[in-house]
Structure formats: C-alpha cells, structure tokens
C-alpha cells in the first residue's frame, strides 16, 4: 500500500526556519515522485515543491524559490522540505503526495496524500 505520513510542522517566528519529512512506504523513491503542497485557510491547495523519481530533478513554485530546498534520502525513504526565511505567508497545512515516476504541480495526478501538518509563521 502506498502511504507517506508527513511531520515536522509548528509554530516559527518570521524569518525562521523549519524542516518537513516526508515518509514514506509500500514503494521506492526510485520509482515515485514527490511532491509538497499547502493549503492555507479559504484558499485552494497549491504546489510548493517536488522531486522527481528517477533523476532527482527539483521543481519549486515561485513563491518559495531560493528559500526552500527539497531533498531526500533514498535509503531512509524520506523526502525533507527545508523552509527557510519563513513568511506569515508560508502559513497552512503542508501535504506531501507521491505519484509516479515524473512531478506534476497540479494534485489530481498524485495517488496517496498524508494527513498533512500545519506551519504557522507568526510573531
């Protein structure tokens, strides 16, 4: 079965930082992408950022650009999102998917979802 459970959200000054992981199970990071989207309150999902299976390859949204990074351990089974320099803007449940193969910035191709975690950047 293909699950990924994410954590690592909370509460960040502006301008802080945080790390998310992406855990996950029942496949290989070898053969799935994975992405990372947000959902702030009254706005729709939206991509942040994924990583492709086979090559690697980072995709960012424009948004979050030259602040967060996208990584994984292949060994570990894990995908992180290290956010820095972190806006009230940042503010949302963050939802890691996988799909795969190849990234994709809209959510209907992704086959498994995490229940999400919430970052809430505020002073």
């Known amino acids: 079965q293909v699950r990924v459970v994410e954590s690592g959200g909370g509460l960040v000054q502006p301008g802080g930082s945080l790390r998310l992981s992406c855990a996950a199970s029942g496949f290989s990071l070898d053969y799935y992408a994975i992405g990372w989207f947000r959902q702030a309150p009254g706005k729709e999902r939206e991509g942040v950022s994924c990583i492709s299976s086979n090559d690697g390859r980072n995709y960012y949204a424009i948004a979050v650009k030259d602040r967060f990074s996208i990584s994984r351990d292949i060994a570990e089974n894990t995908v992180y999102l290290q956010m820095n320099s972190l806006k009230p803007e940042d503010t949302g449940i963050y939802y890691c998917?996988?799909?795969?193969?190849?990234?994709?910035?809209?959510?209907?191709?992704?086959?498994?979802w995490g229940q999400g975690t919430q970052v809430t950047v505020s002073s």
């Open positions: 998917a996988a799909k795969k193969d190849y990234c994709s910035g809209r959510t209907e191709p992704y086959d498994a």
